[in-house]
């Protein structure tokens, strides 16, 4: 595509669909350029090393009430023309859509953050070394994981006036230590800027959980008091998100939620913010809606959902701007979202498996649970509790009289997680939240340490 | 130029910039979907994307690159960059040195699945009304949230490598499914059928007609309804018959993916997983019982993971995975199999061009048994029937499984009883497959097709032969 913005593109796309559908159609164009590079290692050696730089223009046609959508990666000229004409003849083809909610009008967006030009810049070296570096940190364990790098740059228009274009750079590590025996650790971070990320750091780190976690035992399931470690807590914002927070299964009443009322405990407030959020985020969705930090519970109280304009048009109430590619079936989910921190000093490093001395406070008030690092492979039972089953995964341990006193097995649990936040259930939250990625997209969930009253392990390692 | 011609630039441009090794896929996919939701059509989406991708090896270390361009100019490019990435590759290497590919010969040739209805060519109105009219049907008969939903494939696929191959293949996929969920006391209940995301397959638009979305509208909807009354599936353990449409997730989630041989060898350690399989029992350990034999077949006709060749270039063949119960054979490709002194490759598969090609499923599944299902009802005294997949979860090592299904009828002297709700059952997997004591004949090709794996994420498109089968001991009724 040359030198053409991705702003310029979506104007031509628009005036060609324009120009086919009439000027009575409601037309929107999404064009997203994505250059992403992952380098992955495994047994301590870089196995799959890719990169792809892909831009995709979205096109979506109204006309005498009838929708169609459509989207590609060819951006040619003769490729642009046979997709417009291929929507404008899908749209006259489609079954009636009644609830088409119209296009938004000119609404101007946040600016975006700065592009780490360290990103853009990335070179297939520059992620080499930083793996290299976490690989050497880990020692004798062996090393797994990767390193990624991603620049987004994305654009909007419509047959309504709206124009706004933006981007957002992503980098970001997950990966384990291991040792002989099979015990592991984790380190996870995702951020806007590469060099916030030290791999080397984080290698330490992750090594040592994985000689802490050697020689685990199995315990008996049961609930157990348990801190969460932030790579386990987002995990539960994650499906929180997805099932809780999603407006079109609020709209469904599939959704816990009840706004207004105090469904949490009172130190819970939980935000989605793509543009102020530490890692990536647009500042519009793919309807041109912009994106502001939206409240999702304060204080324990829930506020507010996630809806495109559909689902709002549904609920009665405005877009707030988490239209995505699938939403239409699937429906919304907070993309960035964040469980604020308690209040404290900055953490230091800590001997031990927790991660740092924020997650150590939060242990020491434990009388009998589990330090619980990761999850691993939850899937929803039922979305109206947000009930999920999953596993723990890179490292448990069992904490007595604010200890951590030995390594534990795997388990299994069964948990709501809306009702793990219930009033009363959250005993603590630490003041450090880190960024951790998402494996789809450039999402990410900002979260500190958590400690819950509660939590119900179904079944041990062995069944 | 051609599509050949494109993927034969990008390979030659990665040997001249150094690789040892280099294949390259130029893909051309078109994808459609439609989605209705309680008579009126709620989406209808129509892609097209189609670039190259080419895998370098440098050294004994690889790199990929993708590029949505067939132009001559760019694909060099892209050949270029691939060995670039592998270069960097090197500098941080395998310290047993790099593994290289099992030897192929030159595989040349064309493949296409079969299609007797073109699924992009009927027209829209007609696939909407199919659509709308279903869902209006289970509203009708009381769903709260009344679904349905097809999608289609339709990709080609030119493959070219360094050795010789010369391969191209079209593959039309389809499948639809609908969906009831009535909202009751603090929980939702949900019927799907023909299964929770729809029959699939690497079929044109008659296995959506086969399929008869319109005649299960009522009675999915009746049944959601119904389940909101019924009392829970009780816990414990007890002998439980399962449906061939949740037995094949079984064996796609404790089966398939612990036969991957990445897995196996560690390569996905920090995010799928590896296996509780040992390569040095390979043919001598037991997985289930006599009864379980467990085909690698990519051959099956009109099944999801069915193909020509694999994704680099290896001859779709049928292999044993478990044969009376004894674990025999993996998923494999020609690096892994190298890693691994095997000699058989033909399970590397790509999500689109912009993908490395990695190990993935085929057709992974069971042969059939010699009983029926209601044989296997008659024979059971006390137990439960359950069927339908609604939540899954299984662990790093693919052995702690549990997972949730829509329906459950108790069984009580050989017959059917009450309906029961929530059903869950969990388990770890040899000792699970080790109580199948009863198998149907009854074998239906059941696909999957969003099988997540892979850094960056790709989606694969699997398909798993199964029948219902009865299990003993079986641990069930867990609730949060």
Not at chain 1, 318 to 332: D, L, P, R, T
Request: hydrophobic share 40%; with cysteine.
């Amino acid at each position: 595509m040359s030198d053409q913005t991705e702003l310029e593109l979506a104007a031509r796309v628009l005036e060609l669909a324009r120009a086919s559908a009439g000027p009575s159609a409601d037309v929107d164009v999404s064009v997203n350029r994505v250059a992403l590079a992952l380098t992955r290692f495994a047994n301590s050696y870089i196995h799959q090393n890719v990169a792809d730089t892909t831009t995709e223009v979205q096109l979506r046609i109204h006309s005498e009430g009838r929708t169609a959508s459509a989207s590609s990666t060819l951006v040619g000229a003769d490729a642009l023309g046979e997709m417009v004409e291929r929507t404008v003849a899908a749209a006259k083809a489609s079954p009636a859509d009644p609830g088409w909610p119209g296009l938004i009008g000119p609404a101007p967006v946040l600016p975006s953050h700065d592009v780490d030009e360290a990103i853009v810049d990335a070179s297939p070296a520059d992620r080499a070394s930083r793996v290299r570096d976490y690989i050497e940190a880990v020692g004798d364990l062996t090393a797994a994981g990767y390193f990624r790098t991603r620049y987004w740059s994305s654009a909007y228009a419509n047959s309504a006036g709206q124009a706004v274009s933006g981007a957002c750079t992503e980098a970001a590590l997950d990966a384990i230590a291991k040792t002989a025996s099979l015990s592991d650790g984790v380190a996870r971070q995702a951020s806007r800027r590469i060099a916030d990320i030290d791999c080397a750091v984080h290698g330490a780190r992750a090594a040592a959980k994985a000689r802490a976690w050697d020689g685990a035992v199995e315990i008996e399931p049961g609930a157990y008091e348990v801190v969460l470690e932030p790579t386990a807590v987002a995990d539960v914002l994650y499906c929180l998100g997805n099932f809780g927070f999603n407006g079109k299964l609020v709209n469904e009443h599939q959704s816990f939620l009840e706004f207004g009322s105090q469904q949490m405990d009172g130190s819970v407030t939980l935000v989605d913010d793509a543009v102020s959020a530490v890692a990536a985020g647009l500042p519009f969705d793919t309807e041109g809606t912009p994106r502001r930090r939206l409240v999702l519970v304060e204080n324990g109280v829930s506020r507010d959902a996630a809806y495109d304009r559909r689902s709002a048009v549904e609920a009665g109430v405005a877009a707030n701007g988490y239209a995505a590619a699938e939403s239409a079936v699937f429906g919304m989910s907070p993309g960035n979202i964040r469980l604020e921190p308690a209040a404290g000093p900055a953490p230091t490093e800590v001997d031990g498996p927790a991660s740092n001395s924020s997650v150590l406070e939060l242990v020491a008030r434990v009388g009998r649970g589990l330090l619980v690092t990761d999850h691993f492979y939850t899937r929803c039972l039922d979305p109206r509790r947000v009930l999920m089953t999953g596993l723990t995964r890179n490292g448990t341990w069992l904490i007595e009289n604010g200890e951590i006193v030995r390594p534990v097995k795997n388990m299994r649990f069964t948990q709501s997680y809306s009702e793990s936040l219930g009033p009363g259930n959250v005993l603590g939250i630490g003041s450090d939240a880190i960024a951790t990625p998402y494996n789809y997209g450039a999402n990410s969930a900002t979260a500190p340490g958590l400690h819950l009253a509660a939590w119900n392990f179904t079944g041990g390692a062995s069944g | 130029m051609t599509h050949f011609d494109a993927a034969d630039a990008a390979v030659e441009a990665a040997l001249a910039a150094g690789a040892t090794y280099a294949d390259a896929r130029v893909m051309h996919r078109r994808y459609e979907s439609m989605s209705a939701r309680n008579g009126d059509v709620e989406d209808l989406t129509q892609r097209e994307s189609a670039g190259i991708g080419v895998r370098a090896l440098v050294g004994g270390s690889w790199g990929f690159f993708g590029v949505p361009d067939l132009d001559d100019a760019v694909a060099r490019r892209a050949g270029a960059r691939a060995a670039e990435i592998a270069a960097a590759s090197a500098t941080v290497p395998n310290r047993r040195g790099g593994p290289g590919l099992i030897p192929a010969e030159p595989e040349v040739g064309s493949w296409a699945s079969e299609c007797r209805i073109d699924p992009l060519s009927v027209p829209l109105s007609e696939k909407g009304d199919l659509l709308t009219s279903a869902t209006a049907e289970m509203r009708k008969q009381g769903a709260d949230i009344a679904v349905g939903s097809y999608d289609i494939w339709d990709t080609r696929k030119w493959f070219v490598s360094s050795e010789g191959h010369r391969i191209d293949q079209h593959v039309r996929e389809c499948g639809g499914a609908i969906t009831s969920t009535v909202i009751g006391d603090g929980e939702t209940q949900v019927r799907s059928y023909p299964s929770r995301r729809g029959q699939f397959g690497t079929r044109g638009w008659e296995l959506v007609e086969e399929t008869d979305l319109g005649a299960h509208a009522a009675r999915i909807a009746e049944e959601a309804r119904a389940l909101t009354r019924a009392p829970q599936c009780p816990a414990g353990e007890t002998t439980v018959i399962i449906g061939g449409e949740q037995l094949a997730l079984q064996i796609h989630e404790s089966v398939g993916h612990a036969i991957e041989l990445d897995r196996i060898l560690g390569w996905e350690a920090a995010y799928a997983g590896t296996s509780w399989l040992d390569l040095s029992r390979l043919g001598s350990l037991r997985f289930g019982s006599e009864l379980m034999n467990i085909v690698i077949d990519p051959t099956y006709p009109g099944a999801l993971g069915s193909f020509g060749w694999d994704d680099e270039g290896t001859r779709a063949h049928k292999r044993d995975a478990v044969r009376n119960g004894v674990w025999t054979g993996v998923l494999a490709g020609r690096e892994s199999a190298a890693v691994a002194g095997l000699d058989y490759g033909g399970s590397v598969r790509a999500d689109g061009w912009a993908r490395l090609p990695m190990v993935r499923m085929t057709n992974v599944g069971l042969e059939p048994g010699p009983h029926t299902l209601e044989e296997m009802i008659a024979a059971t005294d006390d137990g439960i029937y359950m069927d339908m997949n609604r939540s899954w979860s299984i662990d790093d090592r693919r052995l702690n499984f549990q997972f949730g299904c829509q329906i459950a009828y108790e069984i009580k002297n050989g017959r059917l009883g009450r309906m029961l709700k929530n059903p869950t059952y969990t388990g770890i997997g040899p000792r699970f497959w080790a109580s199948m004591d009863m198998l149907s004949s009854d074998i239906v090709a059941w696909g999957t097709p969003n099988c997540g794996k892979g850094q960056p994420g790709q989606t694969g498109h699997t398909g798993h032969p199964s029948a219902p089968a009865r299990f003993t001991n079986v641990r069930v009724g867990v609730r949060g």
